[in-house]
């Protein structure tokens, strides 16, 4: 009998949970523990654990209560738009190094669009660190 009791609790659903916004998210903030929460429910498509919104940054202004979906956040950006930002090449034994305005934000890993102010041309770089885009191979 106490096998058939354990086997029927062990078949139960857990209880699932959605991320919640705790209060208004700005669209760029960065989302502290603070501002979300979890609700009892599931909801589609929506987020189940606090640990996969905490450190994100907020693509759009989320609201109180409203579920926060993956496509909703991002990674924080390392590269304001319109900073004075280091390009660098190297490739081949040839490092280029000079400095860019940015066009565009960007996130580390993330291709951005940088105004060379040497030669006024707008290249496409990813951005590398804080500061720092990297135009050509990768390496």
Avoid: H
Avoid at 3 to 12: D, E, N, S, Y
Avoid at 98 to 127: I, K
């Amino acid at each position: 009998m106490r096998w058939l009791v354990f086997l029927l609790l062990a078949m139960q659903p857990a209880a699932a949970e959605t991320v919640i916004a705790a209060g208004t998210i700005r669209g760029q903030q960065l989302i502290g523990p603070m501002d979300v929460a979890l609700a009892e429910g599931t909801t589609p498509g929506a987020l189940s654990e606090l640990s996969q919104a905490i450190g994100m940054e907020a693509r759009v202004n989320l609201y109180p209560g409203r579920p926060i979906r993956a496509g909703d956040l991002r990674p924080p950006a390392i590269v304001e738009r319109n900073a004075i930002i280091t390009l660098r090449y190297d490739a081949g034994g040839l490092l280029i190094v000079t400095e860019g305005r940015a066009l565009d934000r960007a996130a580390r890993g993330e291709a951005l669009r940088v105004l060379n102010l040497s030669s006024r041309n707008t290249v496409t770089a990813v951005a590398a660190a804080p500061g720092l885009a990297i135009v050509g191979p990768l390496p």
